[in-house]
């Protein structure tokens, strides 16, 4: 737990309050005082409601929906902070948005993911938090320290009381998630299997076939992220079609935008079980899904930072 007094400063936007709440309670202190609001055209307007200057500011802010109000509430934070002559300051994003583009898939195509690198360290941010970055170049991405938390073992340990025998297959929905579901199957201590499909175009998705055995088993579909939920649920029947028995999926990151929500219901997915990165409104949490909190990983994390401690005890 943080004892030094208040050297410390915890910060949150309005993306996710929970958990920046709950991640403020594990470190035994409180979320800093400020406002954040917006002018009568739409800006974003911060004050920050307490002195921070000399202090090690953290500032709790995801970047999911709205991702562009998300995203300037987070810059104008931390110029804030930076204004008021804060000793350092860590951005603490928890789903990092805007990381799909990180390469030109096309020509003429942004690399979007650099260019929120850039405007986070314009803005003055000394260091970021993140957790499963979709994509590890990223954090190349950043002239800044970068520490890139996992949401698998929180993941792994639930599902590790389901298993039993040799009944259970740990799937990577594409090719991808491979690193991320060998790493899952190897700490579960089962095998792998691969679904090799065919995106004709953005949000759309084609199974060609399942590399691996998955006939009669349980099939774990592992992935860092879920916006629209068609590869997830398309991946799930294709597992049924090959005599899967039974299908679970798990997530770091829950976007589950547009008519998810409404695929997940109808899928042969029997449990979607994900980290609390994003909040999840109310309208959205359904009987199928379980939330599970990263707060105990990123709270260690904060500590770790604020003392200069080794980031790798941290799943130990």
């Known amino acids: 737990m943080i004892t030094h007094g208040n050297e ?64 300037m509430e987070l ?46 360290t314009s803005a003055g941010a000394d260091r970021l938090l993140t957790m499963d970055l979709h ?10 320290p970068v520490d890139n938390l996992l949401g698998g073992p929180t993941l792994y ?28 199957a190897e700490r579960l201590n089962c095998p792998m299997a691969i679904i090799d499909k065919r995106r004709p175009k953005a949000n759309v998705m084609e199974v060609m076939n399942i590399i691996g055995n998955v006939d009669g088993k349980k099939c774990l579909l592992v992935d860092d992220m879920i916006d629209t939920g068609g590869t997830i649920v398309q991946g799930a029947q294709a597992l049924v079609d090959a005599g899967a028995t039974s299908i679970y999926a798990c997530c770091s990151h829950a976007v589950l935008s547009g008519p998810a929500i409404e695929r997940i219901e109808k ?20 009987p199928k899904i379980e939330i599970l909190s990263s707060a105990d990983i990123f709270a260690a994390a904060i500590e770790n930072v604020y003392l200069d401690k080794p980031m790798s005890k941290i799943y130990d």
Not at 135 to 144: D, K, L, R, S, V
């Open 8 to 71: 410390i400063k915890l910060f949150a936007g309005n993306s996710n309050r929970p958990l920046a709440e709950l991640i403020a309670k594990k470190l035994n202190t409180a979320l800093g005082d400020v406002e954040v609001s917006k002018f009568s055209d739409g800006e974003t307007s911060v004050h920050l409601g307490e002195t921070v200057r000399g202090r090690d500011l953290f500032i709790i802010q995801s970047t999911s929906y709205p991702v562009n109000d998300n995203l």
């Open 75 to 120: 810059l104008i934070m931390i110029d804030a902070a930076k204004r008021a002559s804060a000793g350092r300051v860590t951005a603490v994003m928890p789903y990092f948005g805007y990381a799909r583009q990180d390469r030109k898939a096309r020509s003429r195509d942004p690399i979007t993911a650099k260019l929120v690198a850039d405007l986070i």
């Open 135 to 144: 994509a590890a170049q990223i954090q190349g991405f950043f002239n800044i």
């Open 157 to 184: 340990s639930y599902f590790a009381k389901q298993i039993s025998g040799d009944d259970f297959v740990v799937v990577s929905p594409d090719v991808g998630s491979v690193n991320r579901a060998r790493k899952v």
């Open 267 to 286: 899928s042969p997915i029997e449990k979607l079980v994900m980290l609390d990165t994003i909040q999840l409104p109310p309208e959205k949490k359904i």
